[in-house]
């Protein structure tokens, strides 16, 4: 069926829809957890710092497989790395099933990590290289909407079975098996796009790599993934925390479709970026999300939950047209042998960027307050996002990439 596929051009793009799929399954169960970490805190008894710090586990899981194994999709094949990725998945959720306490809350976290860390870079590359010749665009598109639309749909299906189910911590994650075993299906099926070139060995595996011709676009691109990505992890960690405990709402359908409202204006701003371009829609981006940044601090500061939907939303839509950009770049910049390696390289940066922040958060949390910690976070991305904009609006990435070829 495979060999058909690859074969048909109606079949390539089916192919290549599949593959976008698969990519939102995957993601999913990265961020399931997000809307049930207070459950977990009544549960086990920990504070609001090892919530931060349980994220920051799954962060340096997604860090170390695309530092260490980030291109070996291109050395293996697109296929057998997506069937691990998804394997890692579901070991991730059977330990949130087995309720083992906070040992098996870190261990879900790190596989689940593992998980998103092969993903990343290996079903963007998918996607773009199944769609028809001509549909750059449009694959691109469909990569990171997948991603931040998996990412998206996490938080509001748990947030949803959580609160108007008898099951909050086993359902979502039942659920997300169901999807995975789906998605492992569609996976088995997928032409594979990597023609294998060596011998598999330990020495193949070279991890992230960006190759010299293309770090005049990697670097402004991987800056504002950086900026973005902070953002989406401040509201992935520690956002449903913000609405229980600053804007006193309890309800865990509502925490998980405000987290869910900011990856959908992200996909939302993503649709935007091929109509303003990368060289308007990167700098643009950042300051969009500078403005959103600006209302979650307000909101923080006048405990307004409305303020707080709408810096969401303004943000999300300012990451969604940086993000695109970016990837969009750096995927057209790099050579097809290079391409997973590059694009994995591009997510390092970016994970970093959810990572620190979100840390940060917690250690605030212990000396200022969840609210205090919030606003003091809001500023420092700011601060950021305001001087990464200034920085790609000087350095456009299609010109750096001109400068690179010319060279």
């Not at 990725?85 to 790190?110: D, T």
């Not at 079975?161 to 998605?183: G, M, S």
């Not at 293309?214 to 973005?228: E, I």
């Not at 990505?229 to 992935?236: D, E, P, R």
């Amino acid at each position: 069926m495979a060999d058909v596929i690859a074969r048909n051009g109606d079949g390539r793009h089916l192919g290549y829809l599949a593959a976008s799929a698969v990519f939102a399954v995957g993601m999913t169960g990265t961020t399931l957890p997000t809307p049930l970490y207070g459950l977990y805190r009544e549960q086990l008894g920990f504070s609001e710092f090892m919530v931060t710090v349980i994220f920051a586990v799954y962060a340096v899981g997604v860090i170390a497989v695309l530092l260490l194994a980030g291109n070996v999709s291109d050395e293996t094949g697109r296929r057998p790395v997506l069937l691990v990725g998804i394997g890692l998945s579901v070991a991730s959720a059977v330990c949130f099933l087995a309720e083992g306490g906070l040992p098996l809350l870190f261990a879900g976290r790190l596989l689940s990590g593992f998980a998103a860390g092969l993903f990343s870079g290996t079903a963007t590359a998918t996607v773009m290289e199944l769609a028809r010749p001509g549909h750059a665009a449009r694959a691109g598109f469909a990569a990171t909407a997948a991603n931040m639309g998996g990412l998206g749909c996490g938080p509001l299906m748990a947030g949803l079975l959580a609160e108007y189910t008898a099951w909050p911590l086993r359902l979502p994650f039942l659920v997300n098996l169901a999807l995975l075993a789906l998605a492992a299906l569609l996976t088995w099926f997928l032409p594979e796009t990597v023609e294998r070139r060596r011998p598999r060995a330990a020495s193949a595996v070279r991890g992230t790599r960006v190759p010299a011709e293309v770090r005049g676009v990697f670097t402004p691109a991987a800056l504002a993934g950086f900026a973005g990505f902070a953002l989406l992890g401040s509201f992935t960690a520690v956002a449903p925390s913000f609405v229980a405990q600053t804007l006193r709402v309890q309800n865990l359908a509502v925490s998980g479709a405000i987290v869910f409202s900011v990856f959908l204006a992200s996909t939302l701003g993503q649709s935007l970026t091929e109509r303003l371009g990368s060289n308007r829609a990167l700098p643009g981006g950042c300051l969009v999300l500078v403005a959103g940044l600006l209302l979650v601090a307000l909101s923080l500061t006048l405990e307004s939950l409305p303020l707080l939907v709408l810096g969401a939303v303004c943000g999300g839509l300012g990451q969604g047209l940086s993000f695109r950009a970016a990837v969009t770049a750096v995927g057209r910049a790099a050579p097809p042998e290079h391409r997973g390696g590059t694009i994995s390289a591009f997510f390092v940066v970016a994970y970093v960027g959810i990572c620190l922040p979100v840390v940060g958060i917690g250690a605030l949390t212990e000396w200022l307050g969840l609210r205090q910690a919030g606003i003091v976070f809001a500023v420092c991305v700011i601060l950021l996002a305001a001087g990464v904009g200034l920085y790609v609006l000087r350095h456009p990435p299609v010109e750096s990439e001109r400068r690179g070829s010319a060279r």
